[in-house]
């Protein structure tokens, strides 16, 4: 008994060892999954739409405003500044930052938000890049898609030496960013169209060349602080190429991030940073021959991205900043993997941990340890078996088990862009109920599940009552293959049969009204009318035999003897079905029903194909609401929250229909 007890408290203590180290690893993972840099992030004015970095402090711009904030890292507001007019856009230049005005001039301003220098450039601006190697700026303007401009400044040191565009020329293309090679100095914009231009300074003012052509549609451009050429595409393409001796480009890199626009941002001591409008944050280095470029999910539809250099990214989005660094960010990035997995271990061994405790105590303890015991020596002598088993639990966990937990997930999110944005609590549910679409499809719904259980169990029960009693053998099987053969067709062919063959304009039921001389319905739209279109689908179908077989082949097993005892009592074959058949199948009825519940719960393929929810919500159903949450407005969070209200009906439902039991009388009873 001593040793039994010393192996009890021997699991004991190695589940709380366990317990304890999966619960340090999700005390760990749930700080460091938000961990992603060592900014903190300010308090911002609800417009905030532009930013820059000046040093290791950003500056913020907001939409409709004239005014400039400085942050510090940890946060401190450093200062403000209200220009003379509002300000449309930041950008890095210098030693400090340029901010653009409403009324096309540049304002240049110092890490102490005074200014420095104001360019009055007439037009107002795409893009600026700025190198201090070569002591040259360009502003790429944009006045409208035929009058395109590149302004170059030379000899800056400081931004006192801004005073006047030092020459210009008229862009052949719409630039989608320039930037300037550090090697040589020389400026290039990239056009939206992917061609890349080399602009040179001409006794005429500038002239501009096109020098290589992208595979892509650009987004955006820029040339980092080490020379690389990095351009965002429209569908997602990041590609990056080096300028050779020769004039020639070689490429470094090319990836394709989903199939959103990539904007981009450089920053002081190379490298890059990308975000696609889909949410995914790119951090780029440059440095060398080869490119690194790791990703994570940051916020998606961002209004502005802005990279420091010393690596820390800035994304602004709904007058809100999230930082993000290289190195913590990729960190944070596996924490939030892990952390689902320690909450699992977690889980495990603490239950592990209370079972073993319990069974310390003796008497129930014994109880549960027996069971415990009993199971373990089970699975060990049918272990080739549960072996077999393996394979296909392992598929239905990858591909059903794990989808259906990633979407209890998302419920509790915002998801943009396929992209998850952040956790946002019972939002969608609230969502969901405030939702006038889905609240009046339940009526609809209610109306559809009550008629399909009805067509589920009254005709095919008929029908296969009558098919067993036909005399000969050869009227049932002809019976049975002409019952059977519709179910060949399959279901969306059949679906549009209806719509367009028999409901449509001048389908069956018009001519056969109108040959019956019924005016009205004769030109009836029966799925174009509310009064109609209802009814119409309900009857999509009939005569609803498809469940037939099943009872057939039920009543088939029904024994011969307990119907010849019937017949000697005097039972008529009315009476019959009650009181033998149908007691005898009532498995394959409770079978029927909750096949039939859980389907028309399901279906939306039957409204959609049909009349898509219409005429206005006649016929709107909630799976139908869910799917166009999905396809249509994207807003995954809203129809995981549909999806769940749905699962626990559907779920609750099918466990009390299971739960019907038939009693010895033949009535059934929960």
Not at 189 to 202: D, F, I, K, M, S
Not at 252 to 262: C, D, H, I, P, Q
Request: proline share 3%; aromatic share 12%; glycine share 12%.
């Amino acid at each position: 008994m001593d040793g039994v007890k010393r192996k009890r408290r021997i699991r004991f203590i190695a589940a709380c060892a366990a317990f304890a180290a999966a619960a340090a690893l999700l005390a760990l993972s749930a700080v460091k999954r938000n961990d992603a840099s060592d900014y903190a992030a300010p308090p911002l004015p609800p417009s905030a739409a532009f930013a820059a970095f000046i040093g290791e402090n950003v500056l913020i711009g907001a939409t409709g405003s004239r005014s400039v904030y400085a942050y510090a890292p940890d946060g401190r507001k450093l200062w403000s500044r209200e220009l003379d007019e509002t300000v449309v856009g930041l950008y890095a230049a210098a030693e400090g930052a340029a901010a653009a005005r409403r009324d096309n001039r540049i304002e240049f301003i110092d890490g102490e938000g005074l200014t420095r220098a104001v360019l009055d450039l007439g037009v107002p601006v795409k893009a600026l890049a700025y190198d201090a190697k070569a002591r040259r700026m360009a502003i790429a303007a944009s006045v409208t898609s035929s009058a395109n401009y590149v302004c170059v400044l030379e000899n800056i040191s400081a931004l006192s030496d801004i005073a006047d565009t030092s020459w210009y020329l008229t862009a052949k293309a719409t630039p989608a960013g320039v930037g300037i090679d550090p090697e040589t100095g020389a400026v290039y914009y990239a056009a939206y169209t992917g061609n890349l231009y080399l602009c040179t300074r001409t006794d005429a003012g500038g002239a501009d060349t096109a020098v290589f052509q992208s595979e892509h549609l650009l987004n955006s451009f820029l040339v980092t602080d080490d020379g690389a050429f990095v351009f965002g595409a429209q569908n997602g393409n990041l590609n990056l190429h080096r300028r050779g001796a020769d004039g020639g480009f070689s490429p470094l890199f090319n990836r394709k991030y989903g199939n959103f626009k990539l904007r981009l941002a450089g920053g002081a001591g190379g490298g890059f940073a990308a975000l696609s409008d889909g949410g995914t944050l790119i951090f780029g280095e440059t440095a060398g021959a080869a490119v690194k470029a790791s990703k994570i999910t940051a916020a998606a539809s961002a209004q502005a991205l802005a990279r420091g250099g010393n690596g820390a990214v800035a994304v602004l989005r709904d007058g809100e900043a999230r930082f993000y660094s290289p190195g913590k960010s990729t960190a944070a990035a596996a924490f939030a993997v892990v952390f689902p997995i320690a909450l699992a271990c977690a889980a495990l061994s603490g239950g592990a941990a209370a079972v073993f405790g319990v069974s310390l105590r003796g008497g129930a303890g014994d109880a549960v340890g027996k069971w415990a015991r009993d199971a373990f020596r089970g699975a060990r002598r049918a272990k080739k078996q549960y072996l077999m088993l393996l394979p296909a639990f392992a598929f239905l966990a990858v591909f059903i088990y794990v989808p259906v937990v990633r979407g209890f997930a998302i419920a509790f999110q915002r998801f943009e862009g396929g992209m998850f944005v952040e956790w946002v609590g019972f939002a969608n549910f609230v969502k969901v109920f405030g939702n006038a679409y889905f609240i009046r499809s339940l009526g609809n719904m209610g109306i559809f599940l009550a008629t399909d259980l009805l067509k589920a169990l009254i005709v095919p029960v008929f029908v296969a009552e009558v098919i067993v009693c036909l005399r000969s053998k050869r009227s049932q099987y002809a019976a049975r293959v002409l019952m059977y053969i519709p179910g060949v067709l399959p279901g969306v062919a059949a679906m549009l049969l209806w719509r367009f063959g028999i409901y449509g304009q001048n389908g069956i039921l018009n001519q056969l009204f109108g040959a019956l001389g019924i005016k009205s319905l004769a030109a009836a739209d029966f799925l174009g009318d509310p009064n109609y279109a209802l009814g119409s689908i309900i009857m999509i179908g009939f005569p609803w035999v498809g469940g037939y077989i099943i009872v057939y082949g039920a009543l088939m097993g029904v024994p011969e003897s307990l119907h010849e005892a019937a017949r000697l009592d005097g039972c008529g074959r009315f009476r019959r079905v009650f009181v033998i058949d149908l007691p005898m199948i009532f498995a394959q009825i409770k079978y029927l029903f909750i096949t039939a519940f859980i389907g028309s719960m399901q279906d939306f393929n039957r409204v959609y194909l049909t009349t898509e929810g219409g005429p206005g919500q006649a016929t709107y159903v909630p799976a139908l609401e869910l799917f166009f949450n999905i396809n249509r407005f994207h807003d995954y969070g809203a129809a995981a929250a549909m999806g769940i209200l749905l699962f626990i009906v559907i779920f609750t439902g099918s466990m009390l229909l299971m739960n019907i039991k038939k009693e010895k009388g033949g009535a059934a009873a929960v």
